[in-house]
C-alpha cells in the first residue's frame, strides 16, 4: 500500500532564507505527484504537479523535483517571506491499473512552515 | 471564476440527523472526490466519481453517501450513522489523472 511521508512535520525559518521540504513515498509506481499549500482554516492551493516522466517544476521562486526510483520529492523555497507560513502538503497519484480506476490522490500529512520576519 | 465552491462554510449537525454538503465545479473536469482532514491525520478519502452517475468508496466511506447525477455537482450526505463526523471536509476535482483544484472546505460540527 502506498504511504507518503513528510519530513520534518513543523520548521521555522528566518526570513530570506532558502529552504527545502521533503517527502518520500513507497511505491515508486506513481502518475503524478503533486503539491500543495494549506492556510489556517482554508482548502488546498496546488503549487506545482510533476508528471512521473519529468524530473523538475518551478513556478517562481519555487521548484520541485522528483526521484521516481528513490520515492523522493523535494520543494525549494527560494528566499522565504512571511507570507509563505502556511502547511506544504504532498500527495502522489499511483498509476492507474488496467481495467481498474484511476488512482486517487494519496496525501503526507504536511510540512508546517513558519517564516519569521 | 472557474473553480469549485463548496458550501456552506460552517455547519452544525445534531445527534441523529443528516446533513448534506454542497460540491459544485465549473472546471469541467469529470473526476469529482471527497476527502476529510482531522487534525494529525492527513486527508482521507471518502468517495470519489470519475463520471456521471458513477462513484466508488475511498477509505472512510461508513456513515456517508454520495451521488453524481450532473458532471458539475457532487454533494455529500453525512448520515447519522456517523459516529464521528465533525471534521473538516474538502471537495476536489480534476481532470482524469490530471492536476487536482480543491474547494475552500466545510466545517462540520456535531452540537
Known amino acids: 500500500k502506498q504511504e507518503v511521508t513528510q519530513i520534518p512535520a513543523a520548521l521555522s525559518v528566518p526570513e530570506g532564507e532558502n529552504l527545502v521540504l521533503n517527502c518520500s513515498f513507497t511505491?515508486?509506481?506513481?502518475?503524478?505527484l503533486q503539491w500543495f499549500r494549506q492556510d489556517p482554516g482554508k482548502g488546498l492551493t496546488s503549487l506545482l504537479l510533476?508528471?512521473?516522466?519529468?524530473r523538475e517544476q518551478t513556478s517562481g521562486r519555487l521548484n520541485a523535483s522528483l526521484d521516481k526510483s528513490s520515492g523522493r520529492s523535494t520543494l525549494y523555497i527560494a528566499a522565504s517571506q512571511p507570507g509563505d507560513s502556511a502547511t506544504y502538503l504532498c500527495?502522489?497519484?499511483?498509476?492507474?491499473?488496467?481495467?481498474?480506476?484511476?488512482?486517487?490522490?494519496?496525501f503526507g500529512k504536511g510540512t508546517k512552515l513558519s517564516v519569521k520576519p | 471564476d472557474g473553480g469549485i465552491t463548496q458550501s456552506p462554510k460552517y455547519l452544525f449537525r445534531k445527534e441523529g440527523q443528516n446533513v448534506t454538503l454542497s460540491c459544485e465545479q465549473n472546471?469541467?473536469?469529470?473526476?469529482m472526490y471527497w476527502y476529510r482532514q482531522d487534525p494529525g491525520q492527513g486527508l482521507r478519502l471518502i468517495y470519489y466519481?470519475?463520471?456521471?452517475?458513477?462513484?466508488q468508496k475511498g477509505d472512510i466511506a461508513e456513515g456517508y453517501s454520495v451521488s453524481r447525477e450532473k458532471k458539475e455537482s457532487f454533494p455529500l450526505t453525512v448520515t447519522s450513522a456517523q459516529k464521528n463526523p465533525t471534521a473538516f471536509y474538502l471537495c476536489?476535482?480534476?481532470?482524469?489523472?490530471?492536476?487536482?483544484?480543491f474547494g475552500q472546505g466545510t466545517r462540520l460540527t456535531v452540537v
Open positions: 500527495a502522489v497519484r499511483p498509476t492507474p491499473t488496467y481495467g481498474g480506476s484511476q488512482g486517487n490522490l494519496i
Open positions: 466519481s470519475q463520471i456521471v452517475n458513477d462513484f
Open positions: 511505491d515508486s509506481a506513481i502518475y503524478n
Open positions: 476536489a476535482s480534476s481532470p482524469s489523472w490530471g492536476e487536482a483544484f
Open positions: 472546471l469541467n473536469h469529470d473526476a
Open positions: 510533476i508528471q512521473s516522466s519529468q
